[in-house]
C-alpha cells in the first residue's frame, strides 16, 4: 500500500514543474546543488571583480601615462622659454653669465624631447610632432639666436645704452626671479609629496580587492587628480610669469608695442591663474600662504624693476650704436619660430588632454557597469536562494 501512494504521486509532483523535479531529487543531488550554485555565483563574482579591476588599473596607468606626457611638454616649453628670456637678458646686459640658463636650457630642452619621444612611443602623431618642434627650435638657434648673439658681441657697450645696461646687469630682476623659482618649486614640492602619498594609498586599496565598492578609493582618485591640477596650474603660473619677463626683455630690446604683447598677456594670465588656483588649494593653509608669497614677489618684480626700466627706455629713445641690434630683433624672426614652437606643443598637448578625457570617461564607464553587474548577480543570487530555500 505504502509502495502504491508513492509510485502514485510521482505524476502529480511532476506537475508541479521545476519544484517538483527538484523535490524528487536524492538528499545528496539537493545538497550538491545547494552548496555549490552560491559557489558559482561567487566565482562570477570574484571574475566580474578582478576583471573591472584590472580593466581600472590599465585605465589609469594610461591616464597617468597622459599626465606624464602633459607635464613633460610643459617642461618642454619652460625649457624653451627659458632659452629665449635668458638669450634676450644676454642681449640687454651683454655679460656672459647671462647666457648660462640659455645653455642649460637648450640641454635640457633636447633631453626632454628626447625622453617625451620615448614616453609617447606608441603614438606616431605625438612622435611626429616632437621631432617638428626640435627641427623647429634648431632653425630659431641657427638662424635668429647665434647671429644676434654674435651681433652683441660685436656691437659692445654702446654709451646710450650704458644707463641701461648698467641697470640690467644689476640682475635686480633675476634676484626677483630666483626667489619665485624656488617659491614655485616648494609649492610643487609639497603637492608631489601629497600626490605620492594618495598614489600609494591608493595602490593599496587596489592591493585589498575592494576598489571598485568603495568610497574612499573614489575620494583618494579624485584626491590624485587634484593634485595633478594643481602642480600643472603651478607651472603654468611659472610659464606666465617667465612669459612676462621675456616680453618685457622683449620690448626693451626692440622698443616695439607687439615685443610687449606676452608681458601684458602674461600678467593677465598669471593673475587669472593665481586667483583660480588660490581657491583650489582652499583647504590647504600653508599652499595659500606660499601662493600669496610667489604673487607678491612677482608684484615686486613689475614695481622694482619692470616699470622703472621701460620708463629708462623711454627716456633714452633710439640708440645709434644699438640701431642694427634693434633692427635685428625687430625682424621678428625668432618670434616667428617661436610661434610655431607654442603652436606644435599646444597640439600635442591638445591631443594628450583628449585622450586623457577618453581614459577618464573610459574608467568611470568600468565603475558604473561593475557596480550594474555585480547588483545583479547580487540579486539573482538572491533568486536562487530564495528559490533552492
Not at 17 to 26: D, P
Not at 163 to 170: G, K, N, P, S
Not at 337 to 345: L, N, P, W
Not at 348 to 367: D, H, I, K
Request: proline content about 2%.
Amino acid at each position: 500500500m505504502e509502495d502504491y501512494e508513492m509510485t502514485t504521486e510521482t505524476p502529480e509532483s511532476n506537475s508541479g514543474g521545476l519544484s517538483a523535479k527538484f523535490a524528487n531529487l536524492k538528499t545528496k543531488s539537493k545538497v550538491l546543488i545547494g552548496i555549490f550554485a552560491p559557489m558559482v555565483l561567487l566565482v562570477v563574482l570574484g571574475t566580474v571583480a578582478i576583471v573591472d579591476i584590472k580593466s581600472i588599473v590599465n585605465t589609469n596607468e594610461r591616464v597617468d601615462h597622459t599626465r606624464i606626457a602633459l607635464a613633460d611638454a610643459a617642461a618642454i616649453i619652460g625649457s624653451a622659454v627659458d632659452m629665449e628670456t635668458c638669450m634676450r637678458g644676454y642681449l640687454l646686459a651683454g655679460k656672459e653669465g647671462f647666457l648660462d640658463p640659455y645653455k642649460s636650457g637648450q640641454k635640457a630642452t633636447y633631453e626632454q624631447t628626447e625622453a617625451l619621444k620615448k614616453v609617447v612611443s606608441d603614438n606616431p602623431g605625438q612622435i611626429a610632432r616632437l621631432v617638428e618642434v626640435e627641427k623647429t627650435l634648431h632653425a630659431w638657434q641657427k638662424n635668429a639666436t647665434e647671429p644676434t648673439i654674435a651681433l652683441r658681441r660685436e656691437i659692445g657697450d654702446a654709451k646710450t645704452m650704458q644707463d641701461m645696461a648698467h641697470l640690467i646687469a644689476e640682475a635686480r630682476g633675476k634676484v626677483f626671479f630666483d626667489k619665485f623659482r624656488g617659491q614655485v618649486a616648494t609649492f610643487i614640492e609639497r603637492e608631489q609629496v601629497l600626490l605620492t602619498e594618495r598614489e600609494v594609498k591608493f595602490s593599496k586599496l587596489l592591493d585589498s580587492g575592494v576598489t571598485v565598492q568603495s568610497n574612499v578609493a573614489k575620494d583618494t582618485i579624485e584626491r590624485v587628480t587634484h593634485n595633478y591640477k594643481v602642480i600643472a596650474e603651478a607651472n603654468a603660473i611659472l610659464s606666465a610669469a617667465v612669459d612676462m619677463e621675456t616680453g618685457m626683455r622683449g620690448y626693451l630690446l626692440a622698443g616695439l608695442g607687439e615685443f610687449f604683447a606676452p608681458y601684458t598677456h602674461g600678467t593677465k594670465v598669471f593673475h587669472e591663474l593665481t586667483t583660480d588656483l588660490e581657491k583650489v588649494i582652499s583647504d590647504n593653509p600653508a599652499q595659500v600662504k606660499l601662493l600669496g608669497e610667489m604673487r607678491s614677489t612677482i608684484d615686486n618684480w613689475v614695481e622694482q624693476v619692470t616699470t622703472p626700466t621701460i620708463a629708462l627706455l623711454r627716456e633714452i629713445g633710439d640708440a645709434k650704436t644699438m640701431h642694427d641690434m634693434a633692427h635685428q630683433v625687430a625682424k621678428a624672426e625668432g618670434k616667428v619660430y617661436f610661434d610655431g614652437f607654442r603652436q606644435i606643443m599646444a597640439d600635442f598637448s591638445a591631443e594628450e588632454q583628449g585622450l586623457m578625457t577618453a581614459r577618464q570617461a573610459e574608467n568611470e564607464e568600468t565603475v558604473s557597469s561593475t557596480y550594474m553587474v555585480i547588483a545583479a548577480c547580487m540579486a539573482f543570487a538572491l533568486a536562487i536562494g530564495g528559490a533552492l530555500a
